[in-house]
């Protein structure tokens, strides 16, 4: 079936770096969304993509507009509120209502 | 603003033990979703509903009951919880516009531990 794959499965920054998590699909997909877990297990919608990139604050997303088989969240002066899981997800090829996760990215920032 | 509420916030039961989660949105979202999370991994979809008295199964779905009494309600049964079982039961809901669901918000998710 249609697989969303996540990478790195562990990360840790100190407090100011830069880096990126990458999530890969085993088909192509419409769209993608990135959500941020906090340790409270609280799920937060960061970025719903079907083409392009976009950008919101120290955050970035791009989806791959011409394979439509990758996409990528970039955070730029990682803090520590940053600290959490990241997944990725994308609609299934049978229908729109059905989101495929990855397994996540988690992150650690550090001081 | 809305808000997704789930219920119980942390579920103990009996194995065999038949276990009802509900979930509420007042979002007047079209689609609910039932998702289950194991530690340390990603969510799996387990029921869905693009409206009320709608049932779509999604790949997790043996084990389990769903209802959608009402638009702004979703439940979810365990029809007989296993021993030692241990998950978060997230409930999601989303609006559909476009020919598309939007991104889909999340409840604070049910805590299940089963003795």
């Known amino acids: 079936g249609d697989q969303v794959e996540q990478s790195p499965s562990a990360l840790s920054l100190h407090e100011g770096t830069d880096s990126a998590l990458r999530c890969n699909f085993t088909?192509?997909?419409?769209?993608v969304q990135w959500f941020r877990q906090n340790s409270r297990g609280s799920l937060i919608s960061l970025f719903y993509l079907a083409s392009g990139t976009k950008e919101n604050g120290r955050l970035k997303s791009a989806f791959d507009s011409k394979e439509r088989r990758y996409s990528t969240l970039h955070i730029r002066d990682a803090q520590l509120e940053d600290s959490g899981t990241y997944f990725c997800?994308?609609?299934?090829?049978?229908?729109?209502?059905?989101?495929?996760f990855g397994e996540g990215t988690k992150l650690t920032v550090s001081s | 603003g809305g808000i997704i509420t789930q219920t119980p916030k942390f579920l103990i039961g009996q194995e065999g033990q038949k276990l009802t989660l509900k979930c509420q949105q007042n979002f007047n979202h079209d689609t609910m979703y039932w998702y289950r999370q194991d530690s340390g991994k990603g969510l799996r979809l387990i029921y869905y509903s693009i409206t009320e008295n709608d049932l779509q199964k999604g790949d997790l779905s043996e084990g389990y009951d769903a209802s959608r009494e009402k638009k702004s309600s979703f439940s979810l049964t365990v029809t007989s919880a296993q021993k030692n079982e241990m998950a978060v039961f997230l409930c999601?809901?989303?609006?559909?516009?476009?020919?598309?669901?939007?991104?889909?918000?999340f409840g604070e998710g049910t805590r299940l531990s089963v003795l």
């Open positions: 999601a809901s989303s609006i559909w516009t476009g020919g598309n669901n939007q991104a889909p918000l």
């Open positions: 997800a994308a609609p299934n090829q049978g229908g729109s209502a059905k989101l495929i």
């Open positions: 088909t192509t997909m419409r769209s």
